[in-house]
């Protein structure tokens, strides 16, 4: 088991940067892929970028490339998000999730977190 929190979420203009936080605990949080998902009202979840457990391999939706950086910090149990210059389109849900490889977090995690609330005025 794995336990996820998001943090850094709230209200904010367009143009603004914003930094999400995941904060995990349970097993070792270097085993696990991490990603970033998204969910806007009305619609469905989407992913939005995924990281190794090493960080040396990032992925990325490609509306959110350029602007959105993921890292993590292995020593913290922490995995953030980066979002520079936000749009109203990006108001959204943001949910921590992670895996056991990048390509089954960014498809199917097993793990999420609660999620955080981004809203983007303009």
Do not use: H
């Given at each position: 088991?794995?336990?996820?929190?998001?943090?850094?979420?709230?209200?904010?203009?367009?143009?603004?940067?914003?930094?999400?936080?995941?904060?995990?605990?349970?097993?070792?949080?270097?085993?696990?892929?991490?990603?970033?998902?998204?969910?806007?009202?009305g619609k469905e979840?989407?992913?939005?970028?995924?990281?190794?457990?090493?960080?040396?391999?990032?992925?990325?939706?490609?509306?959110?490339?350029?602007?959105?950086?993921?890292?993590?910090?292995?020593?913290?149990?922490?995995?953030?998000?980066?979002?520079?210059?936000?749009?109203?389109?990006?108001?959204?849900?943001?949910?921590?999730?992670?895996?056991?490889?990048?390509?089954?977090?960014?498809?199917?995690?097993?793990?999420?977190?609660?999620?955080?609330?981004?809203?983007?005025?303009?």
């Amino acid at each position: 088991q794995v336990q996820l929190v998001e943090s850094g979420g709230g209200l904010v203009q367009a143009g603004d940067s914003l930094r999400l936080s995941c904060a995990a605990s349970g097993r070792t949080f270097s085993r696990f892929a991490m990603g970033w998902f998204r969910q806007a009202p009305g619609k469905e979840r989407k992913f939005v970028s995924a990281i190794s457990q090493s960080g040396d391999n990032t992925y990325y939706a490609d509306s959110m490339k350029g602007r959105f950086t993921i890292s993590r910090d292995n020593a913290k149990n922490t995995v953030y998000l980066q979002m520079n210059g936000v749009k109203p389109e990006d108001t959204a849900i943001y949910y921590c999730a992670a895996a056991i490889n990048t390509m089954v977090v960014a498809a199917r995690p097993d793990y999420w977190g609660q999620g955080t609330q981004v809203t983007v005025s303009s």
